[in-house]
């Protein structure tokens, strides 16, 4: 799908703007994601997913974006997409892109040079991607004023993997930012700033973060993976394909929506299709979101 400029979305927490910018964005069937999931399984839930999060067809409605936050102190980047020319993802979709990503950017008013710190919740391939383009045959850094904050404990879970797919992401993705001396290496209770601190929720992969943004009362969190689809929030256990720890996830998305549920904190699901900014709410005994 071609992104227009209508697909940017901006979000306030108090004194921090937030934007989303899409990458890509297309209709899944559940069996890509859930392990034993088919269209039908929508059904208990259809009345609050429908039209935003499962089209007409049942199929998900998936979003593949960053978060540009803006704090008092700093452009931060979070999460960097699918990318351009990339290849052996093992997505045949993703390989050999020419998507207008940058140019959304752009539209969004965030140069790649405006950016002060490149945040990846994990190092899959759709958050990664962009980290690097592609320049006279060469990878480099897409953001060359940038800090790359690398989580230390996601680099030791994929550095060594055999998996072709994962040795790709690397070798694209991340090794040329190791190279560049653009790397930060940060644990899993950094903070960027004052307002901007990482969240630990592993279980999708070991290193996995989720962002937690804060000014006074005001709070948002972006979850990365944990959570991919809004149906989480009314069915945590449902396993996701990719988790490496399916029953640390559960046990770290249930906690999570215990915690904030009708709570005055707004939910950014890094693949949760427009509206995205949510709120997790109890509705007659189940789980849901209001927005």
Not at 28 to 55: A, C, E, G
Not at 93 to 105: I, P, V
Not at 203 to 215: A, K, Q, R
Not at 217 to 234: E, K, L, N, W
């Amino acid at each position: 799908m071609n992104n227009t400029k209508s697909t940017i979305q901006g979000f306030e927490v108090e004194g921090v703007h937030i934007t989303k910018v899409i990458d890509t964005l297309g209709s899944f069937s559940p069996k890509v994601l859930y392990v034993d999931k088919d269209r039908s399984s929508f059904d208990p839930h259809i009345d609050w997913l429908q039209p935003h999060f499962v089209d007409e067809a049942k199929g998900m409605l998936l979003s593949i974006h960053s978060f540009v936050i803006q704090t008092r102190h700093h452009k931060i980047l979070v999460d960097t997409c699918v990318g351009n020319h990339k290849t052996g993802s093992g997505f045949p979709q993703w390989n050999n892109r020419k998507g207008n990503y940058l140019e959304e950017l752009v539209a969004a008013n965030c140069r790649p040079e405006d950016i002060d710190y490149v945040f990846c919740t994990h190092m899959h391939i759709d958050h990664t991607g962009w980290n690097t383009r592609l320049q006279d045959g060469r990878w480099v850094p897409t953001f060359p004023n940038a800090k790359y904050l690398f989580n230390q404990k996601e680099w030791d879970c994929w550095k060594n993997s055999d998996d072709a797919a994962d040795k790709a992401v690397m070798a694209q993705n991340i090794l040329p930012i190791i190279e560049s001396g653009q790397v930060q290496w940060v644990d899993n209770a950094w903070s960027i700033d004052d307002q901007v601190s990482l969240l630990p929720t592993p279980g999708h992969t070991p290193g996995h973060c989720s962002v937690d943004i804060h000014d006074g009362s005001s709070r948002a969190i972006i979850t990365g993976d944990m959570m991919i689809h809004p149906v989480q929030i009314a069915e945590p256990e449902w396993n996701q394909s990719a988790d490496q720890d399916r029953a640390l996830a559960v046990a770290t998305r249930s906690a999570f929506i215990d915690e904030h549920c009708d709570r005055d904190v707004m939910i950014l699901g890094t693949h949760f299709n427009t509206p995205t900014g949510v709120y997790i709410t109890e509705h007659n005994g189940q789980r849901r979101i209001r927005f």
